[in-house]
């Protein structure tokens, strides 16, 4: 589509390398969750930074630094004693945990570790889905398993329905350490 536009600007980006496309380095990492497509927006850096912004070039370093090196020390103190997945994951993981209850989990083939999950109606407008499981690799057909590292609620039925776990039970077993305050200390 570029090319179409110009020839000079395909040349152009075929010439970056291409490790320099990549917009995080949490593709280099596989033990955390996949982060393509994230982009931030200078709104925090605007209200955290914007004294500094003005002023000569030494003292707006420091600035900078004093303001980091604070939030990190406050975050650090809040956080000390604190153990386990964060609250934000934690309300996510409950709605889902809460959500398929009532759903259908079936094994698919005698010995392996494959199900298929009928969603039932939770939501007004949602119609009967249905995903399948592969256990032990963590994967859904619904992608958000493997994408986020935390189970999907196809994956919170299979552990609730099947295996009969607590809500802690798969807080603890089967979130991803990077959603634990463990991660964030």
């Known amino acids: 589509k570029i090319e179409r536009l110009s020839v000079a600007a395909k040349n152009y980006l075929k010439a970056i390398p291409a490790k320099e496309w990549r917009s995080t380095e949490w593709v280099r990492t596989p033990t955390l969750p996949a982060r393509y497509g994230i982009t931030s927006t200078n709104i925090s850096e605007s209200s955290m930074f914007d004294n500094a912004r003005y002023l000569p070039w030494l003292d707006c370093i420091d600035t900078l630094l004093d303001k980091m090196s604070t939030r990190i020390t406050t975050l650090r103190l809040q956080n000390k004693d604190k153990s386990g997945v964060v609250p934000n994951m934690k ?4 709605k ?3 959500n398929c209850a009532n759903f259908q989990v079936m094994l698919l083939e005698e010995g392996d570790e494959k199900y298929k999950v009928v969603r039932s109606l939770y939501a007004p407008g949602d119609r009967h889905r249905i995903h399948t499981l592969d256990i032990n690799e963590k994967r859904c ?3 958000v398993w493997q994408d986020y ?14 295996k009969n776990q607590s809500l802690h039970e798969i807080l603890e077993l089967h979130v991803c350490d990077y959603y634990k305050y463990e991660s964030e200390k």
């Open 91 to 94: 309300s996510v993981l409950q």
């Open 96 to 98: 889902r945990f809460d």
């Open 141 to 143: 057909s619904c992608g």
């Open 149 to 162: 590292k935390v189970p999907c609620v196809d994956a919170m039925a299979y552990f609730r329905i099947m």
